[in-house]
Each structure stands twice: as structure tokens, then as C-alpha cells.
């Protein structure tokens, strides 16, 4: 695959970021690898999942589902350096577009006052164009959205009286992981074992999808080959690739 001459490399001055996705392994399948190393450079990342994933397993009842992915999720987490993990409980496949999601995400953003914004694709189809899930369109759009309602104070102007969120229009830029049109690239090298490892954690999950699979045999597979064909597109060395949003 030839070198996109379009891609920049990701901005590196920024200290804060908040990563925004539906459902616990999203970002494992995504950013891991360029979260891993920014937490390592002594930046600081957050998780915000609008789900516990408990509809993520054929063969799991939902509530079982919910407390398994939500352990799994905290350990991968913390795998990357990530510690800070929390969720909003809509429910799994089935999550609902419009103000109540904008305002959930407004008040994570204002709690916590990130430069960077991350999430997964919101398109229709993931590159190649296999259909995407209605629960990453839907969040990965409101991620775009809640990034200026955060800042406007005549926006849920509830958050600013009640619960004493005063608006945050410091976001810089929201990265879409994932996306079929990216526009920017992360390199890594020391974060990959880590990312592996991160999604690997997700082993019920993983074992719910492959159960032929060892969960870390298929998470180095999957992670490496992601990379390396992000790499392809940038500048030959393994990187993960998001669509950036200026603001």
C-alpha cells in the first residue's frame, strides 16, 4: 500500500484527553496502542463508555455481561495507564441519539476539561465498507456534537446551576479512531504490548466471538496487523490512524 501523503502526525501539545466510546473493548480495537504511549509521555487519559457492553455476549445473560466487560474494561484500561473509568449506562445496542446523550457527554467533558477528544467511527462503514453499529454511529456523533455544547453556556444550562459543571470550551480537537477517512497518525513502538495485552483482557468477550482463539494469540494478531497497515499509509513504521477535527 503506497504512503498517503495526506497524513499529518497527531498533535503533541496538548496534556489532557477524554476518550468517549459506546462499549468496553472499542477503544482496544482502536487507540490502545497511542494511548499506551501517551500516558507513558505523562499525559493524562480518561475513559467514558455510554455502555457496559451487556449485550455483548451471545451466550451471557446482559446482567452477567455488564459486571464481566465492566472488570474486563477497567483492566485493559489500566494496561495502557489509563485509570480514570467511567460509564453511563445507556443500554447496549440499542443506544438513543438526541439531547439526553449530548448532555451525559457535556457534563463528562466539563467534569473533565480535556484539550483532546477520542472516539470510534462514527461513519456509516468502517474502511472496505462493512456496515458499521448504530451504537458507534450514534456516540461517535454526539462526541463531535457535545465538543461545542460543552462550551456553550445557554446549552443545558442545568449543568452550570445544579450540578456546578461551568462550561469548558477548551477542546482543541476531537480524533476519530477507526474512521475509513483518516487524516492523521500516531506512530508506536513501546505501546503495542501493551495495547496487546490491553485487548486481551477483554478475554470473555474475545472468547464470545472466537472460542477457538486464545485471547492474547488473536489480540497480537489483530493489534499488529492494524498497525501495520496504518504504517503502510504513513511512513513505514506501525501507526494508528484517526480522522482529526479541528476546533
Do not use: C
Not at 480518561?46 to 457496559?52: G, I, P
Not at 485487548?199 to 499488529?224: M, N, S, V
Amino acid at each position: 500500500m503506497p504512503a498517503d501523503r495526506h497524513l499529518a502526525p497527531m498533535p503533541g501539545n496538548w496534556q489532557r484527553a477524554l476518550a468517549v466510546v459506546a462499549h468496553p473493548d472499542d477503544l482496544e480495537y482502536g487507540a490502545a496502542a497511542a494511548i499506551a504511549e501517551w500516558t507513558a509521555a505523562g499525559r493524562e487519559v480518561s475513559y467514558l463508555l455510554a455502555t457496559r457492553g451487556e449485550a455483548g455476549i451471545d451466550g451471557v445473560a446482559p446482567a452477567r455481561a455488564a459486571t464481566v466487560r465492566e472488570a474486563e474494561q477497567r483492566a485493559g484500561a489500566a494496561l495502557v495507564g489509563v485509570h480514570t473509568v467511567e460509564f453511563l449506562d445507556h443500554h447496549d445496542g440499542v443506544i438513543e441519539p438526541g439531547p439526553a446523550l449530548r448532555r451525559d457527554l457535556s457534563a463528562a467533558i466539563r467534569r473533565h476539561r480535556p484539550e483532546l477528544l477520542l472516539t470510534l467511527n462514527h461513519h456509516d462503514t468502517w474502511d472496505g465498507g462493512h456496515w458499521n453499529s448504530p451504537d458507534h454511529r450514534v456516540v461517535g456523533r454526539a462526541v463531535l456534537d457535545a465538543a461545542g455544547d460543552a462550551g456553550n453556556r445557554w446549552i443545558f444550562p442545568e449543568l452550570a446551576g445544579a450540578k456546578g459543571l461551568a462550561p469548558w470550551n477548551g477542546v482543541r480537537w476531537v480524533a476519530v479512531a477507526g474512521s475509513p477517512h483518516p487524516t492523521h497518525a500516531a506512530e508506536v513502538g513501546p505501546g503495542i504490548d501493551r495495547a496487546v495485552a490491553s485487548l486481551a483482557a477483554h478475554a470473555a468477550y474475545i472468547k464470545g466471538l472466537r472460542a477457538d482463539q486464545d485471547p492474547h494469540t488473536y489480540a497480537r494478531g489483530f493489534i499488529e496487523q492494524m498497525l501495520r497497515s496504518g504504517g503502510e499509509r504513513y511512513r513505514g513504521h506501525p501507526a494508528t490512524l484517526f480522522q482529526l477535527f479541528p476546533r
